[in-house]
């Protein structure tokens, strides 16, 4: 709590952990919980992936699958919260993994991490063009590739320019954002309701192979699997429910971070998963028909708006939407640069000289936020969107379940100095189920169509391996004081 004698000051724990402050801490509680609200934003990943979930295995994928997944995600919030309340620096899971196990874990999650947030930008901002281009009839001009790549590239720098600003102007916009996602998923949800005929309550748990469709381009190729296709459409929650970190990341921004950045991880995905759940099952259910929603594939929930709500609240709906997506590309570019900072302050990025600079009139790490922006333009050129976002998904649970699985191991042994904010007794058990679960979800991320993850997956992983053991070991210090003992 604020002014409470009992938590020491947030530039004292700073000073503690090896740093000093730098960046401007200007963020509340709410803030801090905005951001990661707006980066998971149900009005991105729940909207544009939904034909991921409803093409795999029907209506049970959406009204099963989605409170699995979010069950699961909660405990990886639980157990991030517990560690960020003893580690709140704006390297998050990078600064965690290498004080709970090591420099090899730190750098290894510090890369992922990276991958992660860099892909996940990608996905959101190649999401939003589709769904804009889809939902409001924009023209694409005689060659749409093109179009497609400048469109994106100018909506990512535009969201670096604002992101240049300095926190004061991305704080009142993603606060905004969050105010935008609840109110129009609960109006959205509710329109809905009211726009459906007959309720068809058995779609939520019934079992349907919509694998194959639709026939030109189909989410999934056919296969008669059905519980394999179950648990492929736990990638429409998984990638939702993703970037929470974000709070993590921005902890040296935010008043109180020991107590606020836990809280703003859970809530973040509490609310998230409650909120998007009953809109996407409001969408399930509008549905007039499973199979022909089927066969618009990424196009499904702007025709289902058409179909069931007047056209100019259908409209409105979507741009909306639109704006969502696009604040939520923002807010993920936010986190990004801060993470690209943090790393580049312990000198584990090429350019860290560069990219660890502040702005002194801004306090804004602004080469960071640039460099962070392009490099997530340009994976836009070379993938798919689904293989962007499965990617994303992969790279970043993998660098969630890295700190994890050390605090499951160093827990009472050599961390022994706990935050404010802590589970106790259940914080081993949450770190296991945490861990297991973000494997499961590795193996789901590389399976076709996004096969291509895999080898970049490999490749990755490998390249990170040679070069831990021929360059890196030596020469990469991490975090500047060694804590792993917790005093």
């Known amino acids: 709590m604020p002014g409470d004698p009992q938590i020491p000051s947030d530039e004292s724990v700073l000073n503690r952990l090896g740093y000093r402050q730098e960046l401007a801490r200007r963020m509340g509680a709410f803030s801090n919980f905005a951001i990661s609200f707006a980066i998971i934003c149900i009005l991105a990943g729940g909207i544009t992936s939904f034909h991921v979930g409803l093409n795999s295995a029907g209506g049970a994928s959406i009204g099963i699958g989605w409170p699995l997944v979010s069950l699961f995600s909660l405990a990886v919030a639980l157990t991030m919260g517990q560690i960020a309340s003893a580690f709140p620096t704006a390297g998050g899971l990078y600064h965690w993994g290498s004080i709970l196990g090591g ?221 969502a997506q696009y604040l939520c590309g923002l807010a993920a570019l936010t986190s990004i640069s801060r993470m690209t900072f943090a790393f580049a302050r312990d000198g584990g990025l090429p350019l860290s000289r560069w990219l660890r600079k502040v702005d002194p009139a801004t306090q804004s790490p602004s080469i960071a936020v640039w460099s962070s922006g392009m490099l997530s333009a340009l994976l836009v050129v070379l993938l798919r969107y689904e293989t962007i976002a499965a990617i994303g998904t992969v790279f970043l649970y993998c660098s969630y379940a890295l700190p994890i699985a050390a605090g499951f191991w160093a827990h009472e042994r050599t961390w022994t100095r706990f935050g404010p904010w802590e589970l106790g007794a259940a914080y081993r058990p949450l770190a296991f189920i945490s861990a297991a679960g973000c494997l499961f979800l590795l193996v789901l991320g590389v399976q076709p169509p996004n096969q291509q993850a895999l080898p970049i997956l490999g490749g990755t992983l490998g390249l990170m391996l040679v070069l831990w053991f021929a360059v890196e070991r030596r020469r990469f210090k991490g975090p500047p004081m060694d804590l792993g003992n917790g005093q």
Not at 116 to 125: E, K, M, Q, R, S
Not at 301 to 307: A, E, F, M
Request: proline share 5%; charged share 10%; net charge neutral.
């Open 103 to 323: 420099r090899a874990c730190g750098w290894v999650t510090a890369w992922l991490n990276l991958g992660g947030l860099l892909t996940v930008l990608a996905a959101i901002n190649a999401g939003t063009f589709d769904f804009a281009v889809a939902a409001l009839g924009l023209p694409a001009g005689s060659n749409p590739a093109m179009v497609k790549v400048i469109a994106i590239v100018a909506m990512t720098l535009s969201q670096a320019l604002l992101n240049h600003r300095g926190i004061r102007l991305t704080t009142l916009l993603t606060d905004f954002s969050g105010w935008l996602i609840l109110a129009v998923a609960t109006v959205l949800t509710v329109s809905l309701f009211l726009a459906t005929p007959r309720f068809e309550w058995a779609r939520l748990w019934t079992f349907t192979n919509l694998s194959g469709l639709p026939a030109d381009a189909p989410v999934f190729a056919r296969q008669e699997n059905l519980p394999w296709l179950f648990c492929l459409g736990f990638l429409l929650p998984a990638y939702t429910i993703t970037g929470f970190d974000a709070s993590a990341h921005t902890s040296e921004e935010t008043v109180s971070a020991a107590v606020n950045v836990p809280r703003g991880i859970v809530r973040s995905v509490v609310i998230s998963a409650a909120f998007g759940w009953f809109m996407i099952v409001a969408l399930l259910l509008a549905i007039p028909n499973l199979q022909e929603a089927a066969d618009q594939g990424s196009s499904v929930v702007p025709w289902i708006l058409r179909k069931t709500l007047p056209a100019p609240l259908g409209t409105a709906f979507l741009i909306g939407i639109v704006l």
